[in-house]
């Protein structure tokens, strides 16, 4: 491929690579990913014609004026881009296959002061990261995705997503649809963490282990619950490891409390105590229903108005409440305070 035609790929590579270039001149213009490139290619030829001196000021002016060292002698294949730049090292022998994309922050280099081969060869359509570190004569397959910020060390295989410190491949693929096809990509952002995966799955074998001991010890689970929609005593499993919610459906508030109030309230206190006892967080919300027909009614007989007699009465509960000694629950609405909320839901309902 010549001289030319290298450059054009270079060229057509940015608008293929980054959403934000919107035209030639532009690019031409402001971009130093382009810039480095477009010099390196002067400086490379330069340097294969074995000629002093100038092919290393080249790239040194390409540095001062970019950010990005690329050195002389680095092998580069075409349709290559560097993304923003700043900071991006390339080193002395250096191979980078067709269609490759670098990040700023990236260093392609040694590990030591070796003559010879000492720094990483990359394979066709490769994507390096932002700060990611590339070190040694090892091998970067085809089509490999290195995340941000990691190291590696080792030679990686075609078709890998490299991810940590030092780096390792994991076989998670992330796979984007675009306008033309359906590629393999890598989210930047949401990196699986292969050491948060593995510790994943020793809890989860730990949990499996502990529930077989319980069993073993004749003890089965926290507690044991009647599940009316199965009539069986089942383990109490919470949803989310180590956290229970809990919601009652409180009094309505237009008379003083009686036994059937002070029931539920104590078998809820229990409830709450015990789990809070076995080392579970829990939240416990019980709402108060402030207004209805028999609050009406109530504030016509007494010449007052429904809100006064929904706080009188809520005011009574919670000195019965307290001198049962029962606490009360983290959150305690009332129902006028969703009104709204309970009209959207009507609505959705019935439409």
């Not at 060229?11 to 490139?37: C, M, Q, S, W």
């Not at 995966?197 to 619950?225: H, P, T």
């Not at 229903?289 to 919670?318: F, G, P, V």
Request: glycine share 10%; proline share 4%; charged share 25%.
């Amino acid at each position: 491929m010549n001289f030319f035609n290298t450059i054009h790929k270079d060229l057509k590579a940015v608008f293929e690579k980054d959403p934000a270039a919107r035209n030639i001149v532009e690019v031409i213009l402001t971009y130093p990913g382009f810039h480095a490139i477009l010099i390196h290619r002067i400086s490379h030829k330069l340097w294969n014609l074995k000629i002093p001196v100038i092919p290393r000021l080249l790239s040194h002016i390409a540095r001062f004026f970019t950010g990005i060292e690329i050195h002389p002698a680095a092998k580069i294949g075409a349709g290559f881009f560097i993304d923003h730049g700043m900071g991006v090292v390339i080193g002395e022998t250096t191979e980078i296959g067709e269609n490759c994309l670098l990040y700023q922050g990236v260093t392609l280099g040694g590990t030591g002061k070796e003559k010879g081969k000492r720094h990483p060869t990359l394979g066709n359509n490769v994507v390096v990261g932002a700060g990611a570190k590339v070190l040694g004569p090892i091998k970067i397959g085809n089509y490999v995705k290195i995340g941000a910020n990691s190291v590696v060390l080792k030679s990686v295989p075609d078709y890998s997503i490299v991810v940590g410190v030092p780096g390792k491949v994991i076989k998670k693929k992330i796979i984007r649809v675009g306008e033309e096809d359906v590629t393999e990509a890598l989210d930047h952002v949401q990196l699986p963490d292969p050491y948060e995966e593995g510790l994943s799955v020793l809890k989860g074998y730990i949990e499996r282990l502990e529930k077989r001991i319980e069993k073993l010890e004749g003890r089965g689970g926290i507690m044991r619950i009647f599940n009316s929609m199965t009539n069986q005593k089942e383990d109490f499993i919470p949803i989310s490891n180590g956290k229970v919610g809990m919601y009652a459906c409180g009094v309505t508030v237009y008379d003083y409390c009686h036994i059937g109030h002070a029931r539920s309230a104590i078998v809820f206190d229990v409830i709450y105590r015990y789990l809070k006892y076995k080392g579970y967080e829990v939240k416990f919300i019980r709402n108060f229903t402030d207004i209805d027909d028999k609050i009406i009614k109530r504030a016509q007989e007494e010449s007052t108005t429904w809100d006064q007699i929904a706080d009188k009465y809520i005011k009574e509960y919670y000195n019965d409440m307290d001198r049962l000694g029962i606490a009360r629950a983290d959150i305690e609405p009332r129902a006028t305070e969703y009104i709204e909320d309970m009209i959207q839901i009507n609505r959705g309902i019935v439409r």
